[in-house]
């Protein structure tokens, strides 16, 4: 989620992923294949540039699955590509929390993070989209079966909305302000697969790795004292409360992921 003129700007980073098969206890220290997959970019201009990639076992079954995923990526570049040419298009989409208040146009909720500033913006939301998604979209699948989809459209749409409540409250006699973009959305995707898979290495720089767990508590240390600034003209409150809500998603809708999380970190702190 940006709001205007700068666009959000952070490192390149790779994720050293494991894939759960469906005989794995996801959220437990049980796993079946490990891979470390580092692409070769050293700068990418995005809200949330963490990519999963996974080695599937089975064709057939990885082709069945991950359509919602694919899905909202399709609907997004349709209206961000529709609405790049048509300036009316995009003001009326995007959030601006003075018409909501004072015209009670409430979809802006939702349209703002289907659209974007501009195809670079695009491009490396979709691509964080994909990979994280894609994850999270198959880690659901094998905890709740054919349900995993619609609890995966409801995190990722809920998100959209949720993250931007506190921008509203912030700004809604702000008739000047204006943000779009998937960041609420992505962030809790992004959330969602470290609550799920906390010891999976995030890296930067390919050099600095950490395990999720750290460099999701960083980020969210820095998307809050960077929201108190509000200095740069990215709407970190938006990252940030996308971020908290994709916790709380899967903790109320897979109570056990909090108590796997706690095993795994505290086993990975001390040992236990």
Known sequence: MISFPVLDRYPHFCLES????????????TCCLQSRICLP???????????????????????????????????TVL?????????????????????????????????????HKDHTHLIFNMFSLY???????????????PRGAYYFIALYLMAIAVSDLPTYFKQKDNPGYNSLGASGG???????????????????????????FILGSLYIAYSYFQGKRSS??????AHLYGSLFGLLFCIVVYPPSIVGFYSQVTHWLFGQ
């Open 79 to 115: 209206m961000s590509f529709y609405a790049f040419n048509r300036p009316e298009a995009q003001a009326r989409l995007m959030m601006n929390p003075y018409n909501i208040k004072r015209m009670g146009q409430y979809d802006r909720f939702l349209t703002s993070g289907f659209i």
């Open 41 to 75: 970019l050293p700068i990418i201009p995005l809200s949330w540039p963490f990519i999963a990639i996974f080695e599937p076992t089975n064709e057939d079954e990885d082709k069945d699955m991950l359509t919602v995923t694919l899905t909202l990526i399709g609907i």
């Open 131 to 145: 990979f994280l998604g894609t994850a999270v979209e198959r880690d659901f699948t094998i905890l709740f079966g």
């Open 18 to 29: 494991i894939y759960i098969h469906d005989a794995c206890h996801l959220a437990s220290e």
């Open 186 to 212: 992505v962030a809790a995707i992004v959330f969602a697969f470290i609550i799920l898979q906390p010891m999976q290495y995030l890296c930067i720089f390919f050099g600095l790795c950490m395990p999720g």
């Open 232 to 237: 740069d003209h990215i709407n970190h409150d």
